[in-house]
Nanobody, 127 residues
């Protein structure tokens, strides 16, 4: 599975951005997809996740709940992250990820369970 993230950029606080993640290859094996973000010196932080197959259940980090929305287009080849009401603390490199195995008990929030990663797209929110 190959993932290609795009859509990052510079935005003022309160603004919006939509990140995209184009998936190719053996995507039928993918069970869970997610977005993570990383700032210098810190581990990748969970942002949002979705069950790629089936009902598409979602989960969000508390820090983005109500502001960010994860979604997919119907052909299941593109994952999105709509980010609204952006704040300077949202500044980070954002990565999309995919896992072949189901995750339980909140494990989808752990970056270690993901098998495939996009290259990252940088988001900068100015105050």
């Amino acid at each position: 599975v190959q993932l290609q993230a795009s859509g990052g950029g510079l935005v003022q606080a309160g603004g919006s951005l939509r990140l995209s993640c184009a998936a190719s290859g053996r995507t039928f094996n993918v069970y869970t997809v997610g977005w993570f973000r990383q700032t210098p010196g810190k581990d990748r932080e969970f942002v949002a996740s979705m069950i790629w197959s089936g009902g598409g259940g979602t989960d969000y980090a508390d820090s983005v709940k109500g502001r960010f929305t994860i979604s997919r287009e119907n052909a299941k080849t593109t994952l999105y992250l709509q980010m609204d009401s952006l704040q300077p603390e949202d500044t980070a490199v954002y990565y999309c990820a995919a896992a072949n195995s189901p995750a339980y008990g909140g494990m989808w929030k752990r970056f270690e369970i993901y098998d495939y990663w996009g290259q990252g797209t940088e988001v900068t929110v100015s105050s």
